[in-house]
């Protein structure tokens, strides 16, 4: 079987490979031929770990490869994965212009029957309307099938979540189109649920909101265990040893960020208003989240009495560790923060950059962390790099003029880096 991935961002290209992997032949379509020639040539647009070797490895073996050109690509595939993103729009809903160019492509050059999936998370009742868009853009009739089949990988650990993922979703309403998923995934143990279209859209945004639910669940107790001499890693520790309540997606911290928990939750507000539906717990972990950076910069101000001309360093501006993505980001709003209160900032990161026209006098990204550290009166950690829990922070010390540490995601040993000298906070930590 051929596969068609159309889109080659972050889903596209790790869902491309692990077919490729699994033994199938994948072709890449994106309209942007600097990305197409980019990957055709070995390289990665984003960084992510351990994508790299396997694109190589691919276009070596010949089981995969990148085009532009939509006519031949869509023509030679047996199933076709729509991978395209769906930014918000000014509502907040999910804009599906580019999941409409596609099916449009497809419709216009397919000439027998496919299996057309879609991986992007799409409102509730989008696999209907790309039926509508496939058949109106044929000129003859052909059939083909639609399935929902979201994805669940996170940035950082894309290769391995799509590798092993805890669930495979399946929306769809044809046997054939089943039993085509189901050859496709057989080499990989995880469970198959089949379940209607509307039902697999719907799983997807309700398991990020849950888990977007579970954080901001955290970090506003995490602003309550402050008060109470009480160190909320070790309550989440203690709940997440509960089965039902389960480890994960309890750390507190500054915030969550990403392209997808903010879009998905502000997507479903949008649709539940559609329905005539109230989601008020999500419209709470909105205001959780966006007030959860703000809350720690109040308290890390007082602690160091002003951040007016204090050289601060920001350490790890990616929204998590392991990609270069600074989308919805809380450093962002952090450095907007600062630059604001008058402090001069050095940002430091293993891998993502900001864009050169936010830089400044006031506002320098550096290679080093010891050029970050240099002279520096406070750190501000945001986002859990093992760059930074590596670091030699007794070698380091003597490189800071003042040596507050305002750890956003309680990644040090804040006990350790008290005994070394440091004033060290944490997230929800008896201050
Ligand atoms: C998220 C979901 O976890 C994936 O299952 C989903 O496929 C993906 O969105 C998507 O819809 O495409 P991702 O945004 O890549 O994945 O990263 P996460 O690991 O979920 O982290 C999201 C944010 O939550 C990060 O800013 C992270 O720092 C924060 N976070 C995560 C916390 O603050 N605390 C935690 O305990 C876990």
């Given at each position: ?39 055709s ?7 992510e ?32 994965f ?14 599906l ?10 419709g ?46 996170r ?47 719907m ?24 008060n ?17 309540i ?17 879009k998905?939750?502000n ?30 910069l ?56 900001l ?77």
């Amino acid at each position: 079987m051929n596969i068609l991935i159309m889109g080659t961002g972050y889903v596209g290209v790790t869902t491309g490979l692990v077919f490729a992997e699994l033994g199938w032949n994948v072709t890449g379509l994106d309209p942007d031929q600097k990305k197409t020639q980019s990957l055709s040539q070995g390289e990665l647009t984003f960084y992510e770990p351990g994508l790299n070797t396997l694109l190589r490895e691919h276009l070596q073996s010949g089981r995969i490869r990148f085009t532009s050109e939509p006519e031949m690509a869509v023509r030679d595939s047996n199933i076709i994965f729509l991978c395209v993103g769906t930014p918000s729009d000014r509502d907040g809903n999910a804009d599906l212009q580019f999941i409409r160019q596609a099916s449009e492509s497809i419709g216009r050059y397919m000439q027998e029957y496919k299996v057309i999936a879609i991986k992007s998370t799409v409102p509730i009742g989008t696999n209907h309307k790309l039926s509508q868009w496939i058949t109106n853009a044929q000129t003859v009739p052909v059939p083909f099938d639609v399935v929902s089949n979201p994805e669940f990988l996170r940035e950082g650990s894309a290769l391995h979540d799509a590798l092993h993922p805890d669930r495979i979703i399946i929306g769809c309403e044809s046997d054939h189109a089943i039993d085509v998923m189901k050859t496709l995934y057989e080499k990989i143990q995880s469970p198959f649920f089949v379940t209607k279209p509307k039902t697999a859209e719907m799983i997807k945004y309700a398991s990020n909101a849950f888990l977007a639910t579970k954080i901001s669940y955290v970090n506003e107790l995490s602003r309550l265990c402050e008060n109470i001499e009480v160190n909320i890693s070790d309550v989440a520790e203690g709940m997440g040893m509960d089965h039902r309540i389960g480890p994960h997606f309890l750390r507190a911290g500054i915030g969550y960020g990403g392209s997808c928990f903010p879009k998905d939750i502000n997507a479903m507000l949008y649709m539940a208003k559609q329905y005539g539906a109230e989601l008020s717990i999500l419209e709470k972990v909105i205001h959780v989240n966006q007030t959860q950076y703000s809350h720690y910069l109040k308290i890390w101000e007082q602690k160091l009495g002003t951040f007016r001309d204090k050289k601060i360093a920001i350490l790890g501006i990616s929204f998590k560790p392991d990609t270069d993505d600074l989308r919805e980001a809380p450093s962002i709003s952090i450095i907007e923060h600062l630059l604001e209160s008058g402090a001069a900032i050095r940002v430091h990161d293993p891998a993502a950059k900001l864009p050169p026209d936010l830089l400044s006098e006031q506002l320098l990204q550096v290679d080093l962390l010891e050029e970050a550290l240099e002279q520096c009166d406070a750190i501000i950690l945001c986002s859990e790099w093992e760059h930074y829990k590596k670091a030699d922070w007794t070698r380091l010390k003597a490189l800071m003029n003042q040596h507050f540490v305002f750890d956003g995601r309680n990644v040090l040993d804040g006990n350790q880096m008290t005994i070394l000298g440091y004033h060290y906070y944490g997230i929800g930590r008896h201050l």
